[in-house]
């Protein structure tokens, strides 16, 4: 661990106390190249069941068995964000968050308990970094679009670049900087696009955190059973989004614990939020998260890899029991990086998945912070920027 700048980032702290936040629509003109899949929408809560039976089958692979070939899919589509900076103004520095399944932008930035879990207000106003998260394509107030064959993995990398692209070149609305460096952060679905976008443009980022993540796709049914998932569109607090079929969501409270939550390791109020706010998943991102990550990457700037001891999606409840040879499963992942020496994989004591949720977020968000500042890439880093 490289904590030995820890004077450094005290002086930090303290020189912006409070933040500055917009809300922005982006359009991003986007092509991908998406799977074309020989799958039926599910219409029904017992559908959805079907699908997901279908899906976790042990001794198949599900994504395979459906993929009919390969579609460009192109458009414009809105994307709904949140930037903030520091009162003092703009960072040299922007860190791109993107959000995971089961929530939107907002699990970056929670109002509960005077924003004591905010992971922006601690990069903003304790690092002086500045912020841009967005809810995922297809998800919450961005565009929605098709379930199956629209709404997937593709399309959302490319959204993705596309915002990278706008940050650099000053082009978002209301946000004129040419930021010197951007830096991304993923969380779990967000951290598979992240891996995906630096893995396929090696140097369009200056940095990377992935948080709860690993390489190991042996637990993704764990995930799919614990959900208990359902249309969306059943779920009362969902219906002003007006989902169409084949968005499925949590099916009840005890679903987002099993997914999110470590025993003891959370306050019970939170888990309720969770639920309250929670956001879907597509039938296509589910059927294309596992190709995701599949090559290795070339990226070369710092990795960061932080998971919960207890995460359930990307570790199966213990990241501590990995194969031979790995001190974590975490751990292991970092092979898949061969071209960066600053890589690192750090585990959360025993948080589960949802790693902004759980009393250990204060560790969680300065190890990234710290991490990124001791790496090079701190909100001060860079030296040509100008407003
Ligand atoms: C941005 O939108 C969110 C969700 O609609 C809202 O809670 C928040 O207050 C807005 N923030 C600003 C700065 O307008
Ligand atoms: C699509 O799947 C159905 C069964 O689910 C099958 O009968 C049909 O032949 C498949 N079509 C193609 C083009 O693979
Ligand atoms: C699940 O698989 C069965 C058998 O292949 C198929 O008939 C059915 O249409 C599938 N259902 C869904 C919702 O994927
Ligand atoms: C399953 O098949 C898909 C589509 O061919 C492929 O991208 C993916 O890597 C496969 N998954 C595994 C675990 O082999
Ligand atoms: C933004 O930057 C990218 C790469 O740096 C470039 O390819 C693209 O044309 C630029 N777009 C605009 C609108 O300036
Ligand atoms: C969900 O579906 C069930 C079964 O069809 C129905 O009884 C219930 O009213 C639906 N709830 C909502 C909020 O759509
Ligand atoms: C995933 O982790 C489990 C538990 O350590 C291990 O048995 C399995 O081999 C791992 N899978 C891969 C693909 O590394
Ligand atoms: C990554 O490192 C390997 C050797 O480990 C080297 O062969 C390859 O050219 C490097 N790739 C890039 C993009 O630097
Ligand atoms: C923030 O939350 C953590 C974890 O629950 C707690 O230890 C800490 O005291 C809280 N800080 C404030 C200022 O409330």
């Known amino acids: 661990m490289k904590y030995t700048t820890a004077a450094s980032i005290a002086t930090f702290a303290g020189l912006a106390s409070a933040r500055c936040c917009q809300n922005i629509t ?8 998406n799977a074309k899949f020989n799958q039926s929408t599910p219409a029904t809560n017992i559908e959805v069941t079907n699908f997901i039976l279908n899906m976790t089958q042990q001794g198949q692979n599900y994504t395979a068995k459906v993929l009919a070939g390969y579609q460009n899919v192109a458009g414009k589509y809105k994307i709904a964000a949140t930037y903030c900076e520091p009162d003092s103004g703009p960072a040299k520095t922007v860190q791109l968050l993107t959000h995971g399944i089961g929530f939107d932008r907002s699990y970056w930035d929670l ?11 601690e990069a903003v106003e304790q690092y002086g970094f500045s912020t841009f998260s967005w809810d995922r394509l297809g998800i919450a107030q961005s565009q929605h679009g098709e379930a199956v064959n629209e709404i997937q993995s593709q399309l959302e990398i490319q959204a993705l670049r596309a915002l990278t692209y706008d940050l650099r070149n000053g082009t978002i609305p209301g946000v004129p900087y040419k930021f010197d460096k951007i830096v991304h952060v993923g969380h779990s679905y967000g951290s598979e696009h992240t891996y995906a976008l630096t893995s396929m443009y090696p140097t369009i980022s200056d940095g990377i955190a992935l948080t709860g993540f690993s390489q ?10 614990g959900g208990n998932f359902i249309e969306a569109n059943n779920v009362t607090g969902l219906a002003k989004y007006m989902y169409p079929n084949g968005y499925l969501a949590a099916g009840d409270v005890s679903a987002v614990q099993t997914n999110f939550f470590a025993p003891g390791a959370f306050d019970p109020a939170v888990l309720q939020i969770a ?12 059927l ?5 990550t599949a090559s290795v990457n070339h990226f070369k700037g710092p990795v ?8 359930l999606p990307y570790c199966g409840g213990n990241c501590l029991a990995p194969p031979t040879g790995f001190t974590s499963i975490p751990a292991q992942a970092l092979t898949f990086f061969p071209n960066t020496t600053a890589k690192e994989a750090v585990i959360v004591p025993r948080a589960g998945h949802g790693l902004n949720l759980e009393y250990s977020h204060p560790f969680t968000y300065k190890t990234i912070n710290d991490y990124f500042v001791s790496n090079g890439v701190g909100p001060k880093a860079g030296t040509t920027w100008k407003a």
């Open 304 to 311: 960061l890899i932080i998971t919960g001891e207890r995460d």
């Open 111 to 121: 109002p509960y308990d005077n924003y004591n879990y905010s992971y922006v207000s």
């Open 288 to 292: 294309t998260i596992g190709a995701e």
């Open 26 to 33: 982006v359009e991003v003109d986007i092509n991908a190249r």
């Open 216 to 225: 190991n796709g042996s637990f993704i049914p764990y995930f799919a059973f």
């Open 275 to 286: 639920y309250t706010t929670g956001q879907p998943v597509t039938v296509g991102e589910l």
